[in-house]
């Protein structure tokens, strides 16, 4: 049966983990994936294992592409789109997913970017610890999110064609929010942890962990495997919403911290409890409010 996407073509500009997985999940479903890399050996990576039909390291490959993902870092989304913007085909749209929305969409919503294509802001919610396209992998959305930060006068008919082909790719849910509200959010689920793990694995306990830690040391720590470079970028692009996120977390730190300090067992099990029921609260929580 015609899904509506025979002949359309898909772009991904940065075959990393999160381009790469684009690439195979699009891939796998039968749809034509064109990929952009400026890294020789991983356009060659992405052929030889067949995760692309065609790739380049120049990103006219991309330009008779319907939908490109550009998987790339915050200023180089940037500029992939600004300097490209009249060679994307006709009626084409371009998705970013990076983990700010802010930055980028107001920069790209307030351009005058010439060309006959349409922007949105994107993240796709899923990656592991290892970055680079060796540690993509078809699976990596399966169920994931993927968050959508339109203009609010966006066509709804590019909306729902988004969410059709992110559903068919194996995604779980298209959630539509604002740029504002999506990085606020952000700093507490994916940021704060990042700054927590590599807080926690800078303790002169950590080299001596070994014989002493479980699942407790392995599941705070995972993510302090991290990139350097983009993470940098992504905490001093959200500063403010971060650095929120980490004064909240300091105060409630704190708390425990003097409760102990002091042997007032009532009140540390007290706040040990307020946290028990808001995570089980959580747990049993209803679907995101803005899913279509």
């Known amino acids: ?46 052929l030889k294992e067949g995760a692309v039909d065609a790739a380049g390291c120049e990103p006219s490959i991309l330009f008779d592409c319907d ?38 969409c107001a920069e790209l919503y307030s351009a005058e970017l010439g060309g006959n294509f349409t ?3 994107g993240h796709p919610m899923a990656g592991t610890e290892n970055s680079g396209y060796s540690a993509s992998y078809a699976e990596l959305f399966r169920g994931a999110s993927f968050i959508l930060t ?7 008919v ?21 740029p504002q509200h999506h990085d606020r959010m952000i700093a507490f689920t994916s940021q704060l942890p990042h700054v927590l793990a590599c807080s926690y694995v800078m303790s002169p306990c ?24 983009l993470w940098s970028q992504l905490f001093i692009e959200n500063k403010d919403e971060l650095c929120d996120e980490i004064d909240i977390m300091i105060k409630n730190m ?6 102990a300090a ?12 307020k946290a028990r029921d808001i995570k089980d609260a959580c747990a049993c929580g209803g679907q995101d409010a803005g899913k279509i």
């Open 1 to 46: 049966m015609d899904d509506g996407f025979t002949g359309f073509r898909i772009g991904v500009a940065g075959l990393g983990l999160i381009g790469g997985s684009l690439a195979k999940a699009f891939k796998s479903t039968g749809l034509y994936v064109a990929g952009f890399d400026s890294a020789k050996s991983v356009v060659s990576a992405a």
């Open 67 to 104: 939908i490109i993902f550009a998987a790339l870092y915050p200023a180089g989304i940037v500029q992939f789109v600004k300097s490209n913007a009249p060679r994307f085909k006709t009626g084409s749209v371009v998705v970013d997913c990076c983990g700010i929305k802010n930055k980028v």
């Open 119 to 121: 922007f949105i802001g």
């Open 150 to 156: 339109p203009k609010s006068s966006e066509n709804s």
């Open 158 to 178: 590019i909306i729902e064609k988004l969410r059709d082909i992110l559903l068919k790719a194996g995604f779980g849910r298209v959630v539509v929010t604002t």
């Open 206 to 229: 950590c080299p001596q962990h070994d014989g002493f830690s479980a699942g407790s040391f392995r599941d705070i720590s995972r993510v302090a495997h991290i990139n350097p470079e």
């Open 254 to 259: 704190q708390a425990i911290r003097d409760a």
């Open 262 to 273: 002091s042997g007032d067992k009532h009140t540390l099990a007290a706040l040990l409890q």
